[in-house]
């Protein structure tokens, strides 16, 4: 029940605020694709069609999403991988008569990359306890051990139907026989990070002689790599695969070697649930930050009535929103980490009464400088001492969801842009840069601007947080939203954007995936929006004390969006799936049958 503070805080926040008369205007956009049985969202058309086939053979829900991930790895092999990592969400569905997937329960496949045995806390600093720049970015001491793989086995293994064999076979097809890609497509390949890597500039940069628009890309070593894979996974961690990363990672001074391939494991952990204005979610537990921080945003906002404050995207509710997103990163900051390292408070994190008393910290018209914040008294343990002073935009998310109503919601990553650039000699993948995901100093921002705690110091065998947020909203027991985007940090305001537009405004899945996107991470103390954020709103937050940082205002070749939603709605009334392709990537799509 609301308390009386709450409804006056709404009140006045519609009465007084300069807000209340703006309302935001979000361009018409198109309807979202529909289909009666199953459904696969992508960023890439032939990735999508992938999963597609796989469920038209019989497969289910997990053997459409091995077959969208390793189709991903050869046609968007920029954040597509087999060298990376990530995790799985599996939601089955609850219908009696209907054969379970595995034992019923959802389970979060935790796949993401770990440190390797040499890794140690201060290994990017210089001799002076500086951060050494680029060190954990590029090269061959930025990854960690690859987790892809495993994870699909894995997840074929406990959870698939058609074998690993059969999932991978589109993906092996595109690789051997090649695809035809965009100029668009292609543009990110002229990487400089890739350039400064021999491997790298052969097979993706043809030493120069770049791929144009409309020619056709094969990619044989991958091609063999794939096929080795699909008859026997092991292969990547013990066999001849490991021995090549191996040889190569030795060849320039790399600190990954076969035993700390051979050693990865997978996780499978138990999803953190929710609950938000009637709906229940299940979404991503630690090592990614994105779910914990995601359900106390919304515990916060379950207090309110979004809708009296505006529509979608005014002034009114982007405050609100914004407010709990700078006190849930606050948070994230400074307790969060590996749950097999370090014990984290989840429980006070996801503690109604906690999100309580955060609302009365908000002030329903101005901001409040993150400088200021204080954390409300009584729920939380003390941070780590932070005695020492001295993720990411190429990740992508697809959704599935089958005929039988099972649902999965994937985010996988190389981190930045091709990760590393080390492209594995005669393998011909690219490794991820995911070590910068750990923080290199306490105190110091990561490449995405966040300022890590101690709890995600760097430690052999340890995996980084993460902001990744793959998540399944049910009413009633059936599958309502299948969620989740890349993007660093805003991956988890993403998210919550999109629930938002869907659950409490009332847009269709596909104007959700395209409303323009804004961000506030706790520092720096800025909210960022992007280009096509309404100028109104805008104006109206900086003129209540926001310092409104509009993305890529001052570059011309930015194209000033960030993210990926790659989102499905089922109607709950007809069962009809509905499909939400981010039309901001517009060789993606959203199909089934």
């Known amino acids: 029940m609301k308390t009386r503070w709450l409804a006056a805080c709404v009140s006045l926040a519609v009465a007084v605020s300069p807000f209340s008369a703006l309302v935001a205007q979000v361009s018409p956009t198109p309807q979202p694709v529909r289909t009666q049985h199953a459904m696969v969202v992508s960023i890439h058309h032939l990735a999508t ?25 050869v046609v968007y092999p920029q954040a597509g991988n087999i060298g990376g990592g990530g995790f799985m969400l ?11 997937l595995g034992d019923g329960k959802a389970h979060f496949i935790d796949y993401r990359e770990e440190a390797p045995a040499a890794a140690f806390r201060d290994m990017y600093l210089d001799k002076d306890g500086k951060v050494i720049n680029g060190m954990s970015r590029q090269g061959y001491k930025a990854s960690g051990v690859p987790g892809t793989v495993a994870g699909m086995a894995y997840a074929e293994k406990h959870y698939g139907k058609l074998g690993l064999k059969a999932a991978m076979q589109p993906a092996i097809r595109y690789a051997r026989d090649g695809y035809v890609a965009t100029e668009e497509e292609l543009g990110t ?43 026997d996974p092991d292969d990547f961690y013990k066999g001849s695969i490991a021995d090549a990363i191996a040889a190569d990672m030795a060849a320039h001074d790399g600190n990954m070697t076969k035993a700390d391939l051979a050693a990865y494991q997978v996780k499978d952990r138990v999803p953190l649930e929710g609950k938000y204005h009637g709906y229940k979610f ?77 609302r009365k910290t908000i002030d329903p018209v101005k901001p409040t400088a993150s400088k200021d914040l204080v954390r409300p008294a009584g729920f939380m343990p003390e941070p780590p001492k932070q005695t020492d002073k001295h993720e990411s935009t190429q990740t992508t998310h697809f959704s599935v969801v089958d005929a039988d109503g099972n649902a999965v919601s994937n985010t996988y990553t190389l981190n930045f842009l091709f990760g590393s650039g080390v492209v594995i000699k005669g393998a011909g993948f690219a490794m991820n840069d995911e070590m910068d995901d750990f923080t290199s100093k306490v105190g110091v921002p990561n490449g995405f601007g966040l300022i ?80 096509k954020f309404p100028a109104t709103t805008a104006d109206a937050l900086k ?12 570059d011309e070749k930015n194209p000033g969006v960030w993210g990926d939603s790659e989102l499905i709605a089922v109607d709950p009334k007809t069962g009809e799936l509905l499909g939400g392709h981010d039309t901001r990537k517009p060789y993606g799509k959203a199909d089934g049958y």
Do not use: C
């Open 90 to 100: 599996i939601r089955p569905a609850h219908k009696h008569g209907k054969k379970k």
């Open 452 to 531: 890590q705690g101690p709890n995600n110091s760097i430690a052999p065998y340890k995996r980084p947080l993460s902001a990744m947020t793959p998540t399944i909203v049910t009413k009633r027991g059936k599958v309502r939203l299948v969620l989740g985007s890349p993007g660093g940090p805003t991956i988890i305001t993403t998210v919550a954007n999109d629930m938002i537009s869907v659950l409490d405004n009332g847009l269709n899945i596909q104007e959700a995936a395209d409303a323009p996107r804004f961000h506030h991470q706790y520092l720096p103390d800025e909210l960022q929006v992007e280009k």
């Open 282 to 358: 299940v979404t991503a537990p630690p090592p990614s930050s994105g779910g914990i921080v995601l359900q106390e945003v919304l515990n916060i906002l379950t207090g309110y009535d979004l809708k009296k404050l505006g529509a979608d995207r005014s002034p009114g509710q982007v405050h609100i929103i914004t407010e709990a997103y700078r006190r849930a990163f606050m948070d994230r900051s400074d307790y969060l980490g590996d749950p097999d390292f370090t014990t984290m408070p989840l429980k006070q994190m996801a503690d109604k009464n906690y999100a309580k008393a955060w």
């Open 189 to 231: 390949w002229k990487s400089k990070v890739l350039a400064a890597n021999p491997e790298g500039r052969r097979i993706y940069q043809r030493d120069g002689n770049f791929y144009k628009g409309g020619e056709t890309v094969k990619l044989p070593d991958l091609a063999a790599t794939l096929e080795r894979i699909s008859n």
């Open 543 to 554: 003129a209540s004390g926001y310092v409104i940082k509009r993305s890529g205002e001052f």
């Open 49 to 73: 069609d992938a999963g597609v086939e796989v469920l038209k053979q019989g497969g289910n829900a997990v053997d459409a999403a091995v077959a969208v991930a390793f189709a991903l790895a």
